[in-house]
């Protein structure tokens, strides 16, 4: 199983910005689909983005055009970049990765077998 660990939340102010990132263990980081999924309180778990290979990038509506994934294989780290943030961004965000084969939907919780333990994104003036 991959490990993987999550950095660079905390208190950020509406219009502000802020990168997460995650940093996984296996030597074939770059193989992994990786995502980005967020928990609010009292509110299910749900997908912000994902990435496949190096290029190939999913958004939820509610994100995009503000959030951006990329990943550095080199340092087997996923990042997310965050702009133009909301109060509703506020949430625990995690990192996840797929290490399965076959076919999947990439929006999908089940669909990612390893999970980080969470960073916690507040954004509030």
């Known amino acids: 199983q991959v490990q993987l660990v999550e950095s660079g939340g905390g208190l950020v102010q509406p219009g502000g910005s802020v990168t997460l990132s995650c940093a996984a263990s296996?030597?074939?980081?770059?193989?992994?689909?990786m995502g980005w999924f967020r928990q609010a309180p009292g509110k299910e778990r749900e997908f912000v983005a994902a990435?496949?290979?190096?290029?190939?990038?999913y958004y939820a509506d509610s994100v995009k055009g503000r959030f951006t994934i990329s990943r550095d294989n080199a340092k087997n780290t996923v990042y997310l970049q965050m702009n133009s943030l909301k109060p509703e961004d506020t949430a625990v965000y995690y990192c996840?990765?797929?290490?399965?084969?076959?076919?999947?939907?990439?929006?999908?919780?089940?669909?990612?077998?390893?999970w980080g333990q969470g960073t916690q994104v507040t954004v509030s003036s």
């Open positions: 996840a990765a797929r290490q399965g084969v076959g076919s999947f939907t990439i929006t999908s919780i089940g669909s990612f077998g390893s």
């Open positions: 296996g030597r074939t980081f770059s193989s992994y689909p």
């Open positions: 990435i496949i290979g190096s290029s190939t990038r």
